[in-house]
């Protein structure tokens, strides 16, 4: 299923019938929301193959190398989720200015935390249904995205906690600048990380900092495009290259640093997870440039979709199909049945919610006015 998967995801590409160019494009289109969100489609479904192989005691013998592939990525998955999220939320700043900083609290914050808080209800109530039980304490701090009952909390604490420290980041520093205001954010996020790390372990923060990499990336975008058109080589190369250097520098680089140098100097935890939050930055600005060095005839609409109507509903509730995959016996009797069945449970739950959410945001916010 493994390779199918990456296979299907390989022909939707080819259905907007890339091309490569050379040369860094003028219009900046390659981080438009339509580029951006086919791109998070994809890594989707790479995080979608993630979470469903932690259900599976074996896999087909071909699709050992890309379950291998998936997992050596670790974070790196969801680094263009933050990065992208942290570019748009600086866009609309620019755009919107406190408006959209109070928007952040009243809107963006309230509206994923309710969205999320049906998520955990219907979590709660589906594995009910199979025999386990949560104490009321574990629902409660679930919905505030602290617990986790089988779904993707950390992510979800990760980007209410940027809304807060953003929205309040603008209003005391945007009088000094977009630079100043993205250190703030920085500062907050360095003052919370080593807190995260005690408490939930590396991977709540292995990717934090690309938040305000994304942000810092729209602020001098025109800047950094001038200096890589200066570089000799085609952009889609150097993509390659970065998003390369990302992984080693995730992957690799921290063992390395406290094998060699542990004896020497001290390498608390902080210091190996910043050197892993530089990687997951250096990953997403390669994917920006690699996305930079393709042109496409027509965006695919089923990755625009994945990454973005429907990204929230894939990522939450994708593990649904397979709790009750696995409670039924299907995962270790039919495992490509399971995979099939979680694949096509995934696109219906998400297609429905891209249909039903939508509706009950319209009668909150009609009845709050």
Known sequence: MYCILTCFLLVCLLCGRPALVSQLPCDGAYMSRERTCMINGI??????MSHMHSYLSSCALWDRPFLKAVEYMGQTMVATFFFFSGYGIMSSLKKKGLLY?????THRFFRLWLHFSIAVIVFATVQRCMGIHYEVESVLYALIAWTRIENSNWFIFITLLSYLVIALNHRLLYRW???AMVGGIVAVFLVVMPFLLQLKGSYWVDSFLCIPAGMLFFIYQKHI????????VPVWLLGVVLCFIGLMTYRVLPDSISFRLGEIVPCTPVMLVLVQNLGCVLFAVGVCMLSAGMRYVSTPSFLVWSGGAALFYLYIFQRIPMLM?????ICEAYPMVYQIACFIGTLLIAWGCCWIFPRVDFLIWRAKK
């Open 101 to 105: 900083s109070r928007q952040l609290v």
């Open 325 to 329: 995959g696995k409670y039924w016996g």
């Open 43 to 48: 890594f989707i479904w790479i995080v979608f």
């Open 177 to 179: 600048g977009d630079t």
């Open 225 to 232: 495009e001038s200096q890589v058109r200066k570089i000799p």
